[in-house]
């Protein structure tokens, strides 16, 4: 009967051992974020990011918006992207590329600006979405 007993004692702690031992923290790649059951991971949505890989916060609020002067086209994503030369996004949390406004003639922008400027004195920029302001001809302001 001891043995019987002490069999089945031996026998639970190694079956408690594999048990403990076996649930490990989980983490997540970038562009995710653990979720609520603590055993998988959810993906952040479009217009929201998350750098960290191994990620090991718990909800949603781990992912970030994307800054204004970029977008997330994807969900998942662990970086923005940047609006393109000659537009800007004044707005953070932008999904679509077309969130990036081009710029009016008379004013121009960098990569990830969020706003234009306008062009300086002596300088014009004669169409909409440039990067930079041309010199006036000679002779003209």
Do not use: E, H
């Not at 031992?21 to 998350?50: D, K, L, M, R, V």
């Not at 300088?123 to 003209?140: H, N």
């Amino acid at each position: 009967m001891f043995q019987n007993n002490m069999l089945i004692f031996v026998l639970i702690i190694f079956v408690n051992i594999r048990c403990i031992s076996s649930q490990t923290a989980i983490t997540c790649p970038a562009g995710q974020f653990i979720a609520s059951n603590g055993i998988s991971c959810n993906i952040c949505p479009s217009g929201q990011y998350q750098p960290i890989n191994g990620n090991t916060q718990g909800s949603a609020a781990s992912c970030i918006y994307c800054p204004a002067g970029t977008f997330g086209s994807s969900s998942g994503a662990s970086t923005c992207t940047v609006c393109p030369s000659g537009q800007y996004n004044p707005t953070g949390g932008a999904s679509l590329s077309t969130s990036c406004l081009g710029c009016t003639p008379g004013s121009y922008s960098g990569f990830g600006w969020i706003s234009c400027q306008l062009c300086p004195g002596g300088q014009f920029a004669s169409s909409s979405s440039l990067s930079s302001c041309s010199p006036c001809p000679a002779g003209k302001d």
